[in-house]
């Protein structure tokens, strides 16, 4: 089965960057689509961002468009998140998924597996 391994998250302050990976062990997951959610407490799983199997068409939720990038490098087995210009709305534990398939979807019953997640913590 496919592993996924987040890491990258922590605090910083509104303005700030972060740079989120995700490693994929086991299977490869070149061909998958893949994504990122994010949780905070109280609040359901959401969409963030995904990227095609190539990484030639990406995805992102309208509150983060413009401000995060997501990319892969399918030699390494991995995906990022670049987030730039953090809000403390952004604060929440950042999740890693993926499918076996090259379509994207957005929902979190759709991916097959995940990651543990990593806390980002933006402060005002």
């Known amino acids: 089965q496919v592993q996924l391994v987040e890491s990258g998250g922590g605090l910083v302050q509104a303005g700030g960057s972060l740079r989120l990976s995700c490693a994929a062990s086991?299977?490869?997951?070149?061909?998958?689509?893949m994504a990122w959610f994010r949780q905070a407490p109280g609040k359901e799983r959401e969409f963030v961002a995904a990227?095609?199997?190539?990484?030639?068409?990406?995805y992102y939720a309208d509150s983060v468009k413009g401000r995060f990038i997501i990319s892969r490098d399918n030699a390494k087995n991995t995906v990022y998140l670049q987030m730039n210009s953090l809000k403390p709305e952004d604060t929440a534990v950042y999740y890693c998924?993926?499918?076996?398939?090259?379509?994207?979807?957005?929902?979190?019953?759709?991916?097959?597996?995940w990651g543990q997640g990593t806390q980002v913590t933006v402060s005002s």
């Open positions: 990227s095609s199997r190539s990484g030639g068409s990406t």
């Open positions: 998924a993926s499918r076996p398939y090259v379509i994207v979807v957005t929902t979190v019953g759709s991916y097959a597996y």
């Open positions: 086991g299977r490869t997951v070149s061909g998958y689509a």
